[in-house]
């Protein structure tokens, strides 16, 4: 298949992954939207692919009584690294915890739209890392290349009310922390 003929233009240019070597591939963030760019002074750690699923749940709208939405309930997936092999997981939290245990957690700073019908691009600022190894030291995390993860073109109202529904998704997870 060709992937050009694929992809949009737009989608394109946000993958940005168009180097790397055996075990990694080097975003370009000049390529990025500038929203979910990593400020300078912070190096690509790691890169993963993650493939997963997100829930969704049919709840009433905070801001609008009577009126229903799919709300984002929480998502799970595999991290693979370039070469396949799985080396964590990523959860709720939203959390990325490496196979060493190291965990860390953080704060979405920004989001950038994707091609229709893909979740958003995203930046996150992360918090200190739990334990020692690979999550250790990680400053940003960005979302990119997302493929599917969009809330159920369902119907969600009363009567849905309180039902989940499970969305497959799949996006590369970069991970930075502070240049030396």
Known sequence: ??????????????????????????????????AVRVPAGHTQTMFTVGS??????????KDAAGAFEWAFAGPVA???????????KYYAGPTW??????????KQVAVSPAAPGNIALQ???ANPATGKGAMEGVSYIQRLNTVGGVAPAL???AEQKGDKKVVAYKADYVLY???M
């Open 155 to 157: 119907p969600c109202g």
């Open 1 to 34: 298949m060709n992937t050009s003929s694929v992809l949009s233009f737009a989608a394109v240019a946000s993958l940005a992954v168009l180097t790397g070597c055996a075990n990694q591939a080097m975003v370009k963030n000049a390529e990025l939207p500038e």
């Open 78 to 88: 595999t991290l693979t690294n370039a070469k396949g092999t799985v080396v964590g």
């Open 52 to 61: 997963g699923e997100i829930t969704y749940e049919c709840r009433e709208k």
């Open 97 to 106: 915890e490496s196979n060493d245990g190291s965990k860390v957690t953080g």
């Open 177 to 179: 922390k502070p240049a």
């Open 123 to 125: 930046l996150v600022k």
